[in-house]
């Protein structure tokens, strides 16, 4: 047993009805302070798809403050639930909850390449993940749910973005005069301190080290695996 502890209790909806009720049972347990303690350990989530459109793999890579890499795994997986808007979730979460269970090291910190709270459900695939599994977790999103204003143009400079007047996340520029990422809150921390974990994990780059070292994870499976790569 790893650090997660077993998943097969866990049940995957069949239809769009049955996963927007499993959205609306877990959205009251998302919590959007953060628990006093140190992020010594993030871990990056991403998954990449086949061809087929299903998902072909899920990587996990956890770094250390230093963002030394520590820990990393790979599932194999595939999802018969097809693609709704706002329920990607739950094509990605079964193999996700897989890598995850085969880490050896407990990641303090989990951050997704995915919408947290901002989502029209306001129950993105990092609030998902982070209600599962309990650990602090934060959604840095490459587009947006939403509106916004265009942040400033130095690092660091950072605005709203809303869903019907609400607050549900920040345009995050981690590089200047590059795009801007989309931050949200996923379980367990603040929109402040999302924020300034992902200026500490974007040194060089405009993504996350996280995102970018799981992605790359992502690829190399799938090229061992053979499998012809969708969108990854």
């Known amino acids: 047993m790893t650090w997660l502890g077993h998943i097969d209790e866990l049940t995957w909806p069949t239809t769009p009805d049955e996963a927007m009720a499993i959205q609306d049972e877990l959205r009251p347990k998302v919590e959007t302070t953060t628990r006093a303690q140190e992020f010594r350990t993030i871990a990056g989530l991403d998954c990449a798809y086949a061809d087929t459109g299903a998902v072909a793999a899920a990587a996990v890579v956890v770094l250390a403050q ?16 097809p693609y709704y808007p706002g329920l990607l979730a739950f094509r990605e979460l079964p193999t996700t909850m897989q890598v995850l269970e085969r880490l050896s090291t407990a990641p303090d910190l989990l951050v997704c390449d995915a919408q947290g709270l901002a989502h ?19 959604g840095v999103a490459k587009s947006v749910w939403g509106d916004y204003l265009e942040p400033g143009p130095e690092r660091g400079a950072r605005t709203d973005v809303t869903i019907d007047g609400e607050v549900v996340g920040s345009a995050l520029r981690t590089r200047a005069g590059v795009k801007p990422v989309f931050v949200s809150v996923g379980h367990r921390i603040d929109l402040d301190t999302a924020c300034a974990q992902v200026l ?5 780059y405009r993504l996350p080290e996280t995102t970018r070292r799981a992605d790359a994870l992502c690829r190399a499976a799938l090229r061992t695996a053979g499998t012809v790569v969708n969108g990854a």
Do not use: K, M, N, Q
Request: proline share 8%.
């Open 200 to 204: 500490a994990l974007t040194p060089r």
């Open 66 to 81: 230093t963002l030394e890499t520590v820990d990393s795994a790979v599932a194999h997986g595939f999802s018969e639930f």
């Open 120 to 138: 029209p459900r306001r129950l993105g695939l990092a609030c998902h993940i982070g209600v599962l599994t309990g650990v602090p977790t934060i």
